[in-house]
């Protein structure tokens, strides 16, 4: 049967499995590849952490269907972290569901919100969820800069003006992934009054929402007094604890787009498994220097390899915030694309980072380069790298 599949007709080539592709044959043959391409961190869980996992996981009534919007005292828990790090109140009941991941709330909200033909508009470039969630709903896709300036807002208005449909939904992802840009809450309070006035729902992506560098705190869309109105905000335990493959995120704010988002969740799945929900509430509740100790070590991580890529002759400019730097191609080999770059600098520096093109047009001219291995390994990127450039004759 020759058949192609709607939504599967939508997805174009996802290009940094092209790159995923060769880092894992390189790996295959024997070759220490250092991998700064994927966003997966390299440091553990704390300790309590995953002792509440296996002591749950003990228990014989744990292991049954859990509850798709998360247990109460996983939504108490998250309530009282947006009470302590932001001032923001939220009720646990109403405002508030438990996701499997950020991504896959993005996700399952988009699926819950979307008529086929809407217009959204996300960012360009942009993690690939903001735009293919919606795409796979059947949205089509307004973009909009990543950059918060004064031009953003005159997008935004120009989208408004001239986009039929008009557009429905607004995503923000400060900081950003995958270009580690922020904002502070001036942005937000100008970005509230104007969703108001054009109906629009803001979905902001905070998964990096504890990773800030230099004593410059993430902000949160909901510190802005009726931001709930028109907002909901995703968080994430993956980059804050370490607990990636845990897959625990959260959707807060707005009790509309949250009882949309809980009762399509309730035909999809039966939530996360109940101990890793129990270990999630002890990861919350419990000590905070964890947070504190991966900050400072992914803020040294940054100044090591800024100055490590600097001394092999390339500039990249410090990033403010997440585990991730957007860095522009050195200018000798920009004329090859991001794409062909990554490969080179995979095969030749056996360094595995992120083409920019794979986060949308825009980020063409650009690679992703994450912060997951440690000092030594990144100093040891720098000095391949370095060694690659060599060859190629370019002067360092």
Known sequence: MDTEFYRIKRLPPYVIAEVNAMRAEARRAGRDIIDLGMGNPDLPPPPHVIEKLCEVAQKPDAHGYSQSKGIPGLRRAQANYYAR????????????????????GLASLATAITAPGDVIMAPNPSYPI??????????????????????????????????VPRP???????????????????????????????NVWILSDLAYSELYYDGKPTRSILEV???KDVAVEFTSMSKTYSMAGWRMGFAVGNEKLISALTRVKSY??????TPIQAAACAALNGPQDIVEMNRNLYQKRRDVMVDAFARAGWDIPSPPASM??????PPALKHMGSLEFSKQMLSEAEVAVAPGVGYGEQGEGYVRIAMVENEQRLRQAARNVKRWFKSMGINT
């Open 324 to 329: 991730f730097a957007w860095a522009p191609l």
């Open 168 to 198: 429905t939904v607004l995503i923000v992802n400060y900081p950003s992934n995958p270009t580690a840009e922020t904002v502070d809450i001036s942005f937000y309070e100008r970005l509230v009054p104007w969703a108001k006035e054009n």
């Open 130 to 163: 903001h735009t293919f969630g919606f795409i796979l709903a059947g949205a089509t896709i307004r973009e909009v800069p990543t950059t918060p300036d004064d031009h953003y807002f005159e997008v935004l208005e120009n989208a408004m003006r001239h986009s």
């Open 85 to 104: 790090r932001f001032n923001v109140e939220l009720d646990p009941e109403s405002e508030i569901v438990v996701t499997m991941g950020s991504k896959e």
């Open 268 to 273: 999809l799945d039966y939530g996360a498994f």
């Open 225 to 227: 007094p009726g931001a």
